[in-house]
């Protein structure tokens, strides 16, 4: 077990020697632990299908699960994975190169699930529900295929609180996205080792280790999406109170449902006071 070294994984060697980034590894990796050990995500001997889309998160939960599996605290085999969709544009040499170069075991995979979302999705409306939806059925698909038992996603803290938001002021309850849980069909756990960590974190790491990062053209295509009007709020509510992000997402992992108003997750009927006679 190498849980005390400043060695880094070999995959990742050339990354910056600085006392900053050896902080930055560190805390990511100490958080990425703490979550995996929080929701008890490790069944030895396990396989992991690691959704890699190019994007910044999910480069940094690749580097991330392999350094943990490296220094002997991750006793999982992992497959990383990539569904091309199809979108026009997307550099599909982009990371069977990076993976091929750097030994990582991968799986690329085609499916046009693009032209579906273009064809079904109503003008002027968001195309992430459809989307994610056709990529979700894929990669439990291929994680079958596999023998994989999870799907690791590369979800940070802001998008858990960002989802929360969503749900809040647009679904009327209170929800977000779990670190784990088990798919619809009882088959296969998804995981989100990055729970704890900072979509900030995630971006300093990538941009520091110079990844080739592929941007979600299809997604960013369009405005006032309700996710980019959520995250420039908290955007705003950081600026003007400085940890508020943090304090907001560790209220997610403190709920009294006695002061909340779900009769389903207390029984307010049951509830009465001592009797004074003793």
Known sequence: MRDHTDEIHPLFAGAPTSTEFRKLRKRIVRQTREAIE????????????????????????????????WRGLLPVDLLACNLDQGQPGFPATVLPQFLE??????????????????????????????????RRGNLYRIAREEGCSAVVLGHHRDDILETF?????HGGRLATMPPKLVNEDGDLFVYRPLAHVAEADCEKFARAMDYPIIPCDLCGSQD???RQQVKRMLDEWERNSPGRRQKMFGALSHANPSHLLDPALFDFAALARPDPAG
């Open 38 to 69: 929080q929701y008890g995500m490790i069944e030895p001997g396990a396989r992991w299908l690691v959704c890699l889309s190019g994007g910044k998160d999910s480069y940094t939960l690749l580097a991330v699960l392999h350094e943990l599996q």
């Open 101 to 134: 170069a750097r030994g990582v075991t991968h799986r690329i995979e085609y499916r046009d699930t693009y032209s579906i979302v273009m064809e079904k999705t109503p003008a002027g409306r968001p195309f992430c529900a459809l989307c994610s939806r056709l």
């Open 165 to 169: 938001m969503m749900n809040l002021f």
């Open 224 to 226: 006032g999406l309700q």
